[in-house]
């Protein structure tokens, strides 16, 4: 699970639809609190709880960009697609806080990178759908950092103002090398057990994702809400001793304080 995906559900739906020609701060920036609740993994039967510092900033340049989208550098745009090229990190998951791989080598934080198509199948007033195919290269970030694989999450993000409240929503299929998820799901012969057998995990098809977000600007304050569901029923994975259930549920709130913002205004449609 990655720190950049525990948060980024919260900014699912932070950036209003706008309306014709509305002209928006070029950034804004503050900052909050979020709390939330996650699997130590997808597939794992256990949980934790954080409470984090939540950075809100927001940044619509004509080539760098910060959103619910996360930050991102866009090399083509037009106004039914665009290419970008995202950044995302994820924290360490140590072996001996989780039962299911107690004694095995922490999971090491790992850092993403790669282009995302965006498309923009319909919109209207007030509303629009997205179609995102996103191909992320990933290292982990250690002393000798090495690569771990290729993973995507292609998925259909609509997208409503509602009564000045932004609903979101996210639904796809993961996917992923087989080296990414033998990484996560793989037990090596030295760590086999009499409960915990040896398993190479093979690449493909990494079960689904359902991710549901509302939130709202109230002045200069900011609240989002998110609700995911994931599944690895049918992964490719499914049969590893370290997947002890096939569903996780996650959630999260979290308030943030926008303290400062550009002069500077620019038509969000040109965005």
């Known amino acids: 699970m990655t720190l950049s995906k525990r948060i980024a559900p919260l900014a ?7 309306a014709a020609a509305e002209m928006q701060p070029l950034w804004e920036a503050g900052l909050g609190l979020s709390a939330l609740t996650l699997p130590h993994y997808r597939g794992s039967d256990q ?11 927001v940044y619509r340049g004509d080539i760098f960009r910060a959103d619910r989208d996360g930050a991102r550098a866009v090399f083509v745009d037009s106004p039914r697609y665009d290419v970008d090229v995202s950044v995302g990190f994820s924290a360490p998951t140590r072996g001996d806080d989780n039962v299911a791989r107690r004694g095995m080598p922490e999971l090491a934080g ?7 198509l965006n498309l923009r199948l319909l919109e209207g007033a007030g509303w629009k759908l997205e179609f995102r195919l996103p191909v992320h290269a990933v290292f982990t970030v250690q002393r000798e950092p090495k690569a771990i694989g290729w993973r ?4 259909q993000l609509p997208i409503w103002r509602i009564a000045d409240w932004n609903v979101g929503a996210q639904i796809g299929m993961l996917a992923a090398t087989r080296r990414y998820h033998d990484y996560i799901y793989g037990v090596d012969s030295r760590y086999a057990t009499a409960t915990r057998a040896a398993y190479d995990a093979p690449g493909g098809s990494g079960g689904w994702r359902l991710t549901s977000g509302v939130s709202r600007r109230f002045g200069n304050w900011w609240f989002g ?3 995911r569901a994931d ?3 049918g992964a490719t994975f499914e049969a590893s001793p370290l997947v002890k259930r096939d569903h996780n549920l996650s959630a ?4 943030s304080w926008v303290f ?8 969000v449609n040109d965005r």
């Open 12 to 18: 699912l739906a932070c950036v209003a639809l706008p």
């Open 47 to 57: 949980n934790k709880s954080w409470l984090l510092p939540l950075p809100y900033f």
């Open 110 to 116: 790992a850092l993403e990178v790669g282009p995302n």
């Open 152 to 155: 995507s999450l292609p998925d």
């Open 225 to 227: 809400a998110f609700v």
């Open 231 to 233: 599944s690895v029923a």
């Open 252 to 255: 999260g709130v979290a308030l």
């Open 260 to 267: 400062a913002q550009s002069e500077r205004r620019v038509d």
